[in-house]
């Protein structure tokens, strides 16, 4: 996986330690920026991107769950973008156009560990691709590594990111670790009721 290089306006990250059931948030960072507005009744697409086909079911439909019961309109992003056109920034951009999609979560598997811990050094939200919507789905939607065996030794680093594609920008990131693969869907659940908090914490939603 090549290098990415952080960008001084990410410089100040803030460190965290929140567990979520087996879940735990090693970085996060709020976008001092943006004005992320508000997603009630609107629509919001959830990716997981490089997630094996059943589990980013699962993460989808959890994160879906979650934004729609804080009032979005969550609409799964593996029904949205057929796989063919993943690649093609151009092409999910006139898709998210056309559906109407105002903000966008994103789960990614970005790397794992075997008996390793996340230290800071493994931070991910790094680097210019990341600041807008679509130049990270130009880099993000083909990175990653899933490991063709998990098991109770395996760690894997998640970053989970919230966009206002309204904007084009990034609003809010957060670095997670999933320390028992073995319940998997569990912690994904978990996750997505963590970064629903932090939704609801930027003001973009009331419930």
Do not use: H
Request: positive net charge.
């Amino acid at each position: 996986m090549k290098a990415k290089i952080f960008i001084a306006a990410l410089l100040s990250v803030a460190m965290t330690l929140t567990a979520f059931g087996g879940v735990k948030f090693v970085k996060t960072w709020k976008n001092p920026d943006a004005q992320p507005g508000s997603w009630q009744g609107k629509k919001v697409a959830v990716f997981a991107l490089t997630f094996q086909k059943n589990n980013r079911e699962a993460a989808e439909k959890a994160l879906a769950r979650e934004l729609t019961q804080r009032g979005a309109q969550a609409v799964l992003g593996y029904t949205l973008v057929p796989p063919e056109v993943e690649k093609d920034r151009d092409a999910v951009k006139r898709i998210l156009t056309d559906a109407g999609i105002s903000g966008a979560v994103l789960m990614n598997v970005v790397a794992y560990q075997d008996d390793l811990i996340a230290t800071a050094g493994q931070s991910i939200y790094l680097g210019p691709n990341y600041v807008s919507f679509y130049g990270y789905w130009g880099y993000g939607a083909t990175i990653g590594y899933i490991p063709g065996i998990i098991d109770t030794k395996t760690t894997l680093i998640v970053e989970s990111l919230v966009y206002s594609v309204d904007q084009d920008k990034l609003i809010w990131a957060g670095t997670s670790k999933f320390t028992d693969p073995k319940e998997l869907d569990e912690a994904i659940k978990k996750l997505a009721e963590a970064v629903g908090k932090e939704v609801k914490k930027a003001g973009m939603v009331k419930k």
